[in-house]
């Protein structure tokens, strides 16, 4: 690609000047810029094409890579060190128990706390010691789009602050439990770095012992919140609607336990991502009568 180094701080001024080529986009490296240039005209360089990356796929999470599925190769991991420059990569091989813990082995650099920005949103914490899962992303902004301001909200399982922060910044006054005190901290955390510390309150432990509604909305963003409903149902009201989260069909449990506790409801599924060949990640929307 042939191109002309300039000052970077003059990217804006030269973009539109005859000679740049519009079709391709400029190349920035420190402080000088690599505009490309149309045939015909002057250049500086002739830089080599950018092959296309051909490594694994990936999760960064600031300057952090997180890698699901098969371990890469050797190969694939110094194409994806040269192609991304990370600190640290890491293999998630699974999520443990109920505080769904990352199990992961250290591919390169040493695991730190990492800040990120997704939805406008921005997040603190350490990938190697809690959850962090982006293909909640369309979730979080569902649930955003759902509350109204001053609504009373409870995230029974709150995690770094995945819904709690969705829900507080769009106006909701939120109850956050989490029985993680890693996850605790980060969550205070993010509270403050987006200005919602006011409006979440966070109770540290099991969420069946913290529970003090009613509230208008539970979030229940756990694989076993079916299993929690009764709990969740003992501070429910008439019009309060509850996000259960869970994993294959579970209608059945959930509509045998909404009508054990005698409510009157209304109850739609959403698919929030596929979780294994034949298996769903859903959300149940139940809304009382
Ligand atoms: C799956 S993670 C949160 C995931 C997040 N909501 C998301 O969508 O990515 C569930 C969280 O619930 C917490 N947890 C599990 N059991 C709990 C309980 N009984 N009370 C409060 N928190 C609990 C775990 O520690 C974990 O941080």
Request: charged share 20%; aromatic share 8%; hydrophobic share 35%.
């Amino acid at each position: 690609m042939k191109v002309r180094r300039i000052p970077k701080n003059q990217l804006p001024e030269c973009r539109s000047e005859p000679w740049v080529d519009q079709t391709r986009r400029p190349y920035c490296c420190g402080e000088d810029a690599y505009l490309p240039v149309r045939a015909g005209f002057p250049y500086d360089l002739d830089l080599p094409e950018r092959q296309p990356y051909t490594g694994p796929g990936y999760q960064r999470l600031g300057d952090t890579l997180l890698l699901h599925g098969d371990a890469p190769t050797a190969d694939a991991l110094t194409t994806l060190i040269d192609w991304e420059h990370p600190a640290c990569i890491l293999h998630l091989n699974h999520h443990d128990g109920v505080m769904r813990l990352p199990d992961v082995t250290v591919l390169f650099g040493t695991p730190h706390d990492v800040t990120f920005r997704e939805t406008g949103i921005t997040y603190t914490l350490n990938p190697a010691k809690v959850m962090f899962s982006q293909g909640n992303r369309l979730e979080k902004q569902r649930i955003r789009n759902l509350i109204r301001p001053g609504e009373q909200v409870a995230d029974m399982f709150a995690g770094i602050g995945y819904f709690t922060l969705s829900a507080a910044v769009a106006g909701a006054v939120v109850h956050a439990m989490e029985i993680n005190p890693d996850s605790c901290g980060y969550l205070r955390r993010n509270a403050e770095a987006n200005g919602v510390a006011d409006t979440v309150t966070i109770d540290c432990g099991d969420c069946r012992t913290h529970l003090a509604g009613p509230y208008d909305r539970i979030l229940m963003g756990h694989f076993d919140a079916p299993d929690f409903l009764s709990a969740a149902l003992a501070h429910a009201k008439s019009g309060t609607v509850l996000h259960v989260h869970g994993l294959g069909d579970r209608t059945g449990d959930l509509t045998d336990t909404l009508q054990g506790a005698g409510f009157r409801y209304s109850l739609s599924e959403h698919k929030v991502k596929k979780y294994a060949s034949r298996t769903w990640h859903c959300v149940w929307d139940i809304e009382l009568r």
